[in-house]
C-alpha cells in the first residue's frame, strides 16, 4: 500500500532550504535535458539499491555507499526498512559515505560501552535525551528527537527534496501489511519504519498506527522493480549463544524478532532473488551495539570489498 504524510506533518520546517534548492535544481536540469546533445556512449546503468533493517549492524551500509561513492555510481532508486530507511534516506540527501559516519559517530555512545547495555543499566551518557521515561507512551527511546537529528544532518524535510528517490517501508499494526513511503514529508515515514515494538513507540497516520517496516518487509529490493540492477544489502546478521543461561528481556525481543524478519526474508530470496546479495558476515552485535563502529566495519569489509570487485567486473562487461 502507498501513503505518504502530509507536509505539515513534517517535525522541522527549514524554509528555502538546501533540499528544497536541490530540487529545484533537479527540476530544471530535467526541463533542459531534451537541448543537451547526446552522445554515442551507453547509458548508465539504473541501479536499485535495498537497505536492510538490522539495527546496529545497519552502519554496514556506510560501506555500501563507500564503494558507490569510490565508483561514482548514483543509485536510481533506494528503497529501505528500519535502519535501512534511517540510512537511506541520509544517503538519498546528497551525503557522501563519510558524511554519514561522521555524523552518526558525533551521537553514539562512549566506545567502551554498548547503548544496549546502557539502556539495561540506566546509564544513559550522551544517549539520554533520547529516552523515554517509562513504557507509557509504548516504547523506551524518542524516535522524534533521533529523526530531528537526522533532519538537522540531511537538511530535506520532504520525499521531493531528495536527490535520489526513495521508498520508505513500515508496517500497518492494525491491518498487519506493507505500507511504502514514496512521497510527502520524509522524518515521520522513517521515524514509523523504525518503530521497532518496544523500542520506539508506534506512529499515528491517518486512522491507523505504523511500526517498523522490517516486521513486513525487512530487505524491500521487490520494490526496485524498475531498475536493471537491484543491490540488496542484508545486514541481519548471526548470533552465537554467550554462555548465560537466560538472555535479557530486551534481548529475547530483539531476537525473536529478528528470526521472524530471517524467515520472512528467505522465503523471499528462495523465490526471486536480487542481482547483487549483500550479505556481510556480522556476529554477534546486538541490535543497539552502535558504539561499536570499527567491529561492524572490520567484520563487513569482506563483503564490501567483494561488492566493489563485483561491480567493477559489470561496469566492465558493459564497456
Given at each position: 500500500?502507498?501513503?505518504?504524510?502530509e507536509?505539515?506533518?513534517?517535525?522541522?520546517?527549514?524554509?528555502f532550504?538546501?533540499?528544497?534548492?536541490?530540487?529545484?535544481?533537479?527540476?530544471?536540469?530535467?526541463?533542459?535535458?531534451?537541448?543537451?546533445?547526446?552522445?554515442?556512449?551507453?547509458?548508465?546503468?539504473?541501479?536499485?539499491?535495498?537497505?536492510?533493517?538490522?539495527?546496529?549492524?545497519?552502519?554496514?551500509h556506510?560501506?555500501?555507499?563507500?564503494?558507490?561513492?569510490?565508483?561514482?555510481?548514483?543509485?536510481?532508486?533506494?528503497?529501505?526498512?528500519?535502519?535501512?530507511?534511517?540510512?537511506?534516506?541520509?544517503?538519498?540527501?546528497?551525503?557522501?559515505?563519510?558524511?554519514?559516519?561522521?555524523?552518526?559517530?558525533?551521537?553514539?555512545?562512549?566506545?567502551?560501552?554498548?547503548?544496549?547495555?546502557?539502556?539495561?543499566?540506566?546509564?544513559?551518557?550522551r544517549?539520554?535525551?533520547f529516552?523515554?521515561?517509562?513504557?507509557?507512551?509504548?516504547?523506551?527511546?524518542?524516535?522524534?528527537?533521533?529523526?530531528?537529528?537526522?533532519?538537522?544532518?540531511?537538511?530535506?524535510?520532504?520525499?521531493?527534496?531528495?536527490?535520489?528517490?526513495?521508498?520508505?517501508?513500515?508496517?500497518?499494526?492494525?491491518?498487519?501489511?506493507?505500507?511504502?513511503?514514496?512521497?510527502?514529508?520524509?522524518?515521520?515515514?522513517?521515524?514509523?519504519?523504525?518503530?521497532?515494538?518496544?523500542?520506539?513507540?508506534?506512529?499515528?497516520?491517518?486512522?491507523?498506527?505504523?511500526?517498523?517496516g522490517?516486521?513486513?518487509?525487512?530487505?524491500?529490493?521487490?520494490?526496485?522493480?524498475?531498475?536493471?540492477?537491484?543491490?540488496?544489502?542484508?545486514v541481519?546478521?548471526?548470533?552465537?549463544?554467550?554462555?548465560?543461561?537466560?538472555?535479557?528481556?530486551?534481548?529475547?525481543?530483539?531476537?525473536?524478532?529478528?528470526i521472524?524478519?530471517?524467515?520472512?526474508?528467505g522465503?523471499?530470496?528462495?523465490?526471486?532473488?536480487?542481482?547483487?546479495?549483500?550479505?556481510?558476515?556480522?556476529?554477534?552485535?546486538?541490535?543497539?551495539?552502535?558504539?561499536?563502529?570499527?567491529?561492524?566495519?572490520?567484520?563487513?569489509?569482506?563483503?564490501?570489498?567483494?561488492?566493489?570487485?563485483?561491480?567493477?567486473?559489470?561496469?566492465?562487461?558493459?564497456?
Amino acid at each position: 500500500m502507498l501513503a505518504s504524510f502530509e507536509e505539515s506533518d513534517a517535525m522541522m520546517q527549514h524554509g528555502f532550504s538546501r533540499g528544497r534548492r536541490r530540487a529545484l535544481a533537479l527540476m530544471l536540469g530535467a526541463a533542459l535535458a531534451p537541448w543537451v546533445a547526446v552522445g554515442e556512449a551507453r547509458p548508465e546503468p539504473r541501479i536499485g539499491l535495498a537497505l536492510g533493517s538490522g539495527g546496529a549492524r545497519g552502519l554496514a551500509h556506510i560501506l555500501v555507499f563507500e564503494v558507490l561513492d569510490m565508483l561514482e555510481l548514483r543509485p536510481h532508486r533506494i528503497a529501505g526498512s528500519s535502519i535501512g530507511a534511517v540510512m537511506g534516506s541520509l544517503y538519498a540527501a546528497g551525503l557522501s559515505a563519510q558524511d554519514i559516519h561522521d555524523a552518526l559517530d558525533r551521537v553514539t555512545v562512549a566506545r567502551d560501552e554498548s547503548w544496549f547495555q546502557a539502556l539495561l543499566d540506566r546509564e544513559l551518557t550522551r544517549w539520554l535525551r533520547f529516552v523515554e521515561p517509562g513504557f507509557e507512551r509504548g516504547g523506551l527511546v524518542k524516535a522524534e528527537a533521533f529523526t530531528e537529528f537526522l533532519a538537522e544532518t540531511a537538511d530535506v524535510t520532504a520525499f521531493e527534496e531528495l536527490e535520489i528517490p526513495l521508498r520508505v517501508v513500515a508496517t500497518d499494526f492494525w491491518a498487519r501489511e506493507m505500507v511504502v513511503f514514496e512521497s510527502g514529508a520524509l522524518w515521520p515515514a522513517v521515524r514509523a519504519s523504525m518503530a521497532m515494538p518496544g523500542l520506539f513507540k508506534p506512529v499515528s497516520h491517518q486512522d491507523t498506527l505504523l511500526v517498523d517496516g522490517g516486521l513486513t518487509n525487512p530487505l524491500p529490493y521487490d520494490l526496485l522493480g524498475d531498475c536493471d540492477l537491484v543491490i540488496a544489502v542484508d545486514v541481519l546478521g548471526t548470533r552465537t549463544p554467550d554462555g548465560s543461561e537466560v538472555p535479557s528481556s530486551l534481548d529475547s525481543i530483539f531476537n525473536t524478532f529478528q528470526i521472524m524478519q530471517a524467515a520472512i526474508l528467505g522465503e523471499k530470496l528462495r523465490k526471486s532473488p536480487p542481482d547483487f546479495l549483500v550479505r556481510p558476515d556480522i556476529q554477534d552485535v546486538r541490535v543497539l551495539d552502535f558504539h561499536r563502529f570499527e567491529d561492524i566495519f572490520e567484520q563487513a569489509r569482506p563483503a564490501r570489498d567483494a561488492l566493489e570487485a563485483d561491480l567493477r567486473q559489470y561496469l566492465d562487461r558493459r564497456s
